[in-house]
């Protein structure tokens, strides 16, 4: 007897297909920050949501049929449990508008006069009506006790699930779910994005630091560059300042003896001035000073005569007037200066004889 075998439908390998696709989708998302997710327009939560209730728990995969948790036979990062409505507590609490500004640390206390529970024994979180009266604001009340909380994450991590919040589950409400508990990991993700933010920021002042320093260089490599270039007509520039230089100390130097008297023209005023009975034996000229030195009777007298020179002026001493050897003569020391062209008075020319 012959038993012919049958292939399988076309649909059902189809079917395989898809689920295994969308378990590589699945896990590939998991993979991903979820702010990168959401960025892309993705949910931020897992796919994956195992449903605690009083009949058990389930998984919700993305095509909306139902399996056991033990039957799953995978495993799943990042679980969002959904509890049951019929574990939470819920209420609705009509508060002033006022008290929105402080509103956990109200509801806590409100939640304690409606729970027989202390704080350290329940889990809550509330989700305030939009709109309302302008007065009054109302808050929908989520609590869960803290056993409640421990016994889904004990059954989950047991299933060798990780879960990260525990929600309220068939959420009909506008936005996410209410959160009855968080996991830790959102704050080592905003610790570790903190870090690599902080580590990018301090690349980015390094690259800064370091385009700043090469523009630096570039604009001292400019600078040097047009200082080299300007190097030559500096020298050319100085060069033609010390030129001038010496062409005005030449024409001071010409303006000054424009100014002084000839030296012959001193000695033949000198020789005219000083008497017969003195004599010099020193003569100084420094520009327009002249300083003398010798022997004569009185020496006074000589003081007198430079002052009614024609040439000269401003006569003095420079030394005490002291006794020759001979005890017949003072020795002395006579300066005084030539008077300015400006000042002598105009040589008078004898008229011409006719």
């Known amino acids: 007897m012959t038993t012919a075998l049958s292939s399988p439908p076309v649909s059902d390998i189809a079917r395989l297909v898809r689920q295994g696709v969308a378990w590589w989708l699945s896990e590939l998302a998991q993979l991903l920050p979820r702010r990168l997710i959401g960025l892309f327009g993705g949910a931020a939560d897992p796919v994956v949501l195992l449903t605690i209730g009083p009949g058990g728990a389930v998984l919700w995969p993305t095509d909306g049929r139902r399996q056991a948790v ?3 036979g995978r495993r799943h990062k990042g679980v969002t449990i959904g509890l049951d409505r019929s574990l939470v507590f819920e209420a609705t609490l009509d508060l002033p508008r006022a008290a929105e500004q402080a509103l956990p640390q109200i509801l806590q206390h409100q939640i304690e006069r409606l729970v027989p529970l202390g704080a350290g024994k329940i889990r809550f979180d509330y989700r305030a009506a939009p709109g309302g009266d302008e007065k009054l604001l109302q808050v929908q009340v989520f609590v869960a006790k803290e056993t ?43 610790r570790a994005l903190r870090r690599r933010l902080e580590i990018a920021a301090l690349l980015l002042a390094a690259a800064a630091y370091g385009l700043y320093v090469h523009r630096l260089d570039q604009i001292r490599d400019q600078l040097e560059a047009r200082i080299a270039g ?16 010496a062409v005005d100390a030449d024409a001071a130097f010409f303006a000054r003896r424009g100014q002084q008297e000839p030296p012959l023209e001193i ?47 401003s006569p003095r001493f420079s030394s005490p007037i002291t006794l020759a050897p001979d005890g017949k003569h003072e020795h002395f020391d006579l300066a005084f200066e030539t008077k300015p062209a400006e000042t002598k008075p105009a040589e008078t020319k004898p008229a011409p004889q006719r």
Do not use: C, H
């Open 267 to 313: 000695i033949d005023a000198l020789t005219r001035l000083v008497p017969t009975n003195s004599w010099l034996t020193g003569l100084t000229l420094d520009g327009r000073r002249v300083e003398i030195s010798g022997y004569s009777p009185r020496a006074s007298d000589l003081v007198a005569l430079v002052e009614r020179s024609a040439l000269f002026q």
């Open 230 to 245: 300007a190097q030559p007509a500096a020298r050319a520039v100085g060069a033609l300042g010390r030129s001038l230089a």
């Open 148 to 190: 409640t909380i421990g016994e889904a994450l004990a059954a989950t991590r047991a299933a060798g699930l990780s879960p990260r919040r525990i929600v309220l589950a068939d959420w009909q409400g506008p936005g996410k779910p209410p959160a009855l508990w968080r996991a830790d990991n959102g704050a080592d993700v905003s």
């Open 70 to 72: 033990a039957a799953s």
